[in-house]
């Protein structure tokens, strides 16, 4: 059966797990929030990249431009500094 994990930065009371079957295939599909916390997310990155098939990490803020202004989110940062 194929592993695919959603880490996400977002809060862990939205985790799930279920098992699917796509042509003729079964995948297990697991996402794992983590409050905020980026460490933790790039630790359960390191650790699913041995043990699954594939890997996303979701709920990043990206830097965006309203006008003149510019703002570059805290997290995105931390994630680029790892």
Do not use: C, H, P
Not at 20 to 41: L, S, Y
Not at 44 to 54: K, T
């Amino acid at each position: 059966m194929k592993q695919i994990v959603s880490v996400s930065i977002g809060n862990s009371k939205d985790d799930y797990e279920f098992v699917a079957e796509f042509m003729n295939q079964k995948f297990n599909i697991k996402r794992v929030g983590t409050d905020g916390d980026v460490e933790m997310a790039a630790d359960l990155m390191e650790q699913w990249d041995s043990e699954a098939d594939a890997i996303s990490l979701g709920g990043l803020n990206f830097n965006y431009a309203i006008g003149s202004s510019r703002s570059i989110e805290k997290q995105v940062a931390k994630v680029a500094a790892l």
